[in-house]
Nanobody, 125 residues
Framework: QVQLVESGGGLVQAGGSLRLSCAASGRAISGYSMGWFRQAPGKEREFVASITWSGGSTYSADSVRGRFTISRDYAKNTVYLQMNSLKPEDTAVYYC??????????????????WGQGTQVTVSS
């Protein structure tokens, strides 16, 4: 069993930056692919970015490519989402997730096995 806890959310002005963290406990996530998703009010959960267990392959949504970067720290059992050039449309609850398939950076939420509780990101205009 893997427990995931997100942190780092908050209120930021458009153009600003935030770094989200996802700390894992229960077991090491070194053998998992990891992903970030987000859900805005009244909208479905959408894919943001993912990374394979090795960190050698990443994938991100068109809407955030070039602005958001996913990375992982094996020693800290933590995954990060660096968010730059934030826009009001990035406002959402951000969730991290773990996928037991270590070799594919998935973009489909149904492929993920464990989820955190989410952290709120609000971008003001």
């Amino acid at each position: 069993q893997v427990q995931l806890v997100e942190s780092g959310g908050g209120l930021v002005q458009a153009g600003g930056s935030l770094r989200l963290s996802c700390a894992a406990s229960g077991r090491a996530i070194s053998g998992y692919s990891m992903g970030w998703f987000r859900q805005a009010p009244g909208k479905e959960r959408e894919f943001v970015a993912s990374i394979t267990w090795s960190g050698g392959s990443t994938y991100s949504a068109d809407s955030v490519r070039g602005r958001f970067t996913i990375s992982r720290d094996y020693a800290k059992n933590t995954v990060y989402l660096q968010m730059n050039s934030l826009k009001p449309e990035d406002t959402a609850v951000y969730y991290c997730a773990a996928d037991r398939n270590p070799f594919k950076a998935n973009s489909f939420s149904v492929d993920y096995d464990y989820w955190g509780q989410g952290t709120q990101v609000t971008v003001s205009s």
